[in-house]
């Protein structure tokens, strides 16, 4: 293969310039010419004589980008991105013009690029999408999830244990023992939401179209965690784990000296007594740091110092640090009693057809997931304040 050093095709690119220019001369005083005679040009000399400068303009660019190649330092010129000029001279539309000793119009379909991208810019790209930050989800990991394929769920609560369970005589009658249940029902809500992505965006930015997907389930479960955390149950509301939490009463008196520490405590012992064993906390994250602040006597961190890794726990169970909870609040409890029921996992679909967006190249993302929960053990949960905030 014959391979150019970058004057001799400048010198070929300045040739393809010269020859071009002269046609374009040429084609003008044709169209000169016709308009003369005819009163106007016709749009097929219009759409050459345009073919032939939009050519011209490639070549120049291309003969640009050669020369400024040719004043760099060896080995600057690696990554050098592929501008208009470098698509056209590269395109087997211009080879074959060229072949056909530059004679006659060329058309060719530039792929966009955006202005970074123009001019002495660099090829070398950072896919990386830089995105806002994102909150940390996890309430959904401290409950039993289960699929499900119905649109709202039944299930049987206990309301009545009456145990009269005793001693008896020899012969003596036997007591009778009392168990009542409840049918409950929760149904399933739907939670979700739409954006905008332009059809150039798609084209362009294959990568975009994943970031886009990615936030899009993002917020999804954003809001899903807002709804099982403090969802009041209303409207299409979710029946949150908080709405249906057992007030926070101490089984004792600490006396006025507890810390935030002995409040999570207290808690626990409060689910523990209606014999529902704890297995999380949820703090706020500014509550959270108070307890990783929290020091003996003698100065030393009493949750270890700065440099520990260790995972967050508080009386043996995982807490969750989440801005989704309230300043000063804290839930605790047995979250493994309660059940999300997933109906339809999350799922991003995109469309043309709706609305307007055929007409303005426009595609809509749809994002949603369809999921109940039922808070079947209520007094398992302990929801109260941490007495920081008056």
Not at 68 to 80: I, T
Not at 121 to 128: F, I, K, S, V
Not at 220 to 246: C, K, P, S
Request: glycine share 8%.
């Amino acid at each position: 293969m014959e391979t150019k050093t970058p004057a001799e095709y400048a010198a070929e690119l300045k040739a393809a310039i010269a020859k071009q220019t002269e046609e374009v001369g040429n084609r003008a005083d044709a169209a000169l010419e016709e308009a003369k005679k005819a009163g106007s040009i016709s749009a097929e000399t219009r759409d050459k004589t345009g073919e032939a400068l939009t050519a011209i303009n490639a070549l120049r660019e291309q003969l640009a980008q050669v020369e400024q190649k040719m004043a760099r330092r060896p080995g600057q010129d690696e990554s050098e991105i592929k501008s208009y000029g470098a698509q056209f001279a590269e395109s087997e539309k211009f080879q074959a013009f060229k072949t056909k000793g530059y004679d006659g119009s060329v058309r060719f379909e530039f792929k966009a690029i955006t202005a970074a991208q123009t001019g002495t810019a660099w090829a070398g790209r950072d896919n990386e999408m830089i995105s806002l930050p994102r909150r940390r989800l996890t309430i959904r990991d401290l409950l039993d999830v289960v699929p499900t394929t119905s649109g709202s769920i039944d299930y049987a609560r206990q309301t009545t244990r009456t145990n009269a369970a005793a001693v008896v005589a020899e012969a003596a009658p036997k007591p009778y023992s009392a168990y009542v249940w409840t049918q409950e029902n929760t149904p399933v809500r739907t939670i979700a939401h739409l954006a905008k992505i332009t059809r150039q965006a798609m084209d362009d930015a294959v990568q975009l179209q994943g970031e886009v997907e990615s936030e899009m389930r993002y917020g999804l479960f954003y809001a899903e965690e807002d709804e099982l955390l403090n969802g009041d149950g209303t409207g299409q509301h979710i029946d949150g784990l908080i709405a249906n939490a057992t007030a926070y009463a101490a089984p004792f008196d600490p006396a006025g000296t507890e810390t935030i520490v002995d409040i999570v405590f207290l808690g626990m012992l409060q689910a523990e007594l209606a014999l529902y064993p704890a297995d999380g906390v949820v703090l706020n994250t500014s509550d959270w740091g108070r307890v990783r602040l929290l020091k003996d006597t003698a100065g030393a961190y009493l949750f270890g110092g700065p440099q520990g890794t260790d995972a967050p726990r508080l009386w043996g169970a995982p807490v969750v640090a989440t801005p989704a909870i309230a300043v000063d609040k804290f839930l605790v409890g047995g979250f493994k009693q309660q059940r999300l029921y997933d109906r339809m996992a999350p799922e991003v679909l995109i469309s043309s057809e709706n609305v307007d967006d055929f007409e303005k190249n426009l595609y809509t993302m749809r994002c949603e997931e369809r999921v109940a929960l039922a808070v079947r053990k209520a007094a398992a949960l302990i929801y109260g304040d941490l007495g920081n905030v008056a």
